[in-house]
């Protein structure tokens, strides 16, 4: 039906959002090395146990001062921004408290506050605005008398629309709210202070922006702020208390930490303080616009989300006429060695919204490991398969 229009027979990796595929090679070297060398952080007195203390200390050090934290004990670790979530959803709320939501979010913010709900926790999911973006007057008009926290996600995995974290926070603190931030698809790509904008929990992943492995992820957590723990188990402190320490980050870490995978992820966040993250940004912007701008003429293409506002995460969701977005996922696989993410992309909410629940969206998602050919090549390809379904 198509043909292929790569030029050798590597694949064109455009599903960042879901996981970054192309890593530095640092990262590479940290994981082998940590497997290698380091033992069980806090779990005797060995160089291998002493070296695995060091280095997750080193890494929690680096991404509280990454995120603009003061305190690098309240950096705790976890498998990913879903466990992070949870904790902070699952840890700060009680029956008869309210909090407010978006219909941006992703399940791994939606399933826990429904979870809640069902224990006595009010739940408010405030209308979108325009395309899909944040409606910061339907968020600050369902703000009650026993409203506790808002819980949104810095960016849409789906539309990449950002939500202005600065003003968030500023409304949050103005009502004396909590603010609970999914940063999934900004960690790493967007700039974060967490004390200029106001957040009291910043939850992030890995395994995306921040190119660490995956299985890794935590949440920051503002002095204001605390959170029941999710699990306990053992800490390698205080092994005769019954419960879990009080202090952070003992708290919320139990059991053995993924030390390898800290460290891959320490290199990460290494590599990109070397980069920068606004260069990163720069080019993985100038990517996605070089692709939006081959793609928005094509009769029979339709594009998700606000592309008026420069700020935002480098995603771009389409439809190609109404054929399913898995069959436009499978034709860009097989005839042009295109990886993309077709379907719901765990966002239900947006679906209904955009009225996509059963096409769903073909979500291209660049990085900034990607080259300005494959974002051409993926835009001829989008042109070759509407002008087909269109003949």
Known sequence: MFYRKCEDDSMIYLDNAATTLQKPQVVYDA???????LGNS???FSGAALGASRMIYEARRTLCDFFGGSDPSRLVFTSNATEALNMAIQGMFLPGDHVITTQLEHNS???????MQKKGVELTIAASGQNG????????AAIRANTKAIVCTH??????????????????KRHGLFLI?????????????????????????????????????????GEGAEIKPLKSGGTGVHSFLKTQPEELPEHLEAGTLNGHGIAGLLAGVQEIQKITAEEIWKKERNLMECFVAKIKQIPNVKIYGDFSDKNRCPIVSLNIAGVDSSQVSEWLLEEYEIAVRPGAHCAPLMH???????QGMVRFSFSYYNTEKEALT?????????EEVEA
């Open 352 to 358: 209904q919204y955009f009225g996509t629940q059963k």
């Open 155 to 172: 960016a849409s995995n789906l539309t990449g629309n950002l939500t202005d974290m600065q003003r968030m926070g500023e409304l949050a």
């Open 133 to 140: 973006t944040a409606d910061f007057d339907a968020i600050e």
């Open 109 to 115: 913010v939606l399933r826990p506050l429904y979870a």
């Open 42 to 44: 806090g779990r005797g």
């Open 181 to 221: 931030v999914d940063a999934s698809q900004t960690a790493g790509v967007i700039p974060i202070d967490v004390k200029q904008m106001h957040i009291d929990v910043l939850c992030f992943t890995g395994h995306k922006s921040l190119f660490g492995p995956q299985g890794t992820g935590g949440l920051y957590i």
């Open 31 to 37: 994981v082998y090395d940590a497997m290698k060398t």
């Open 378 to 386: 993926a835009a001829e390809a989008i042109r070759e398969i509407a």
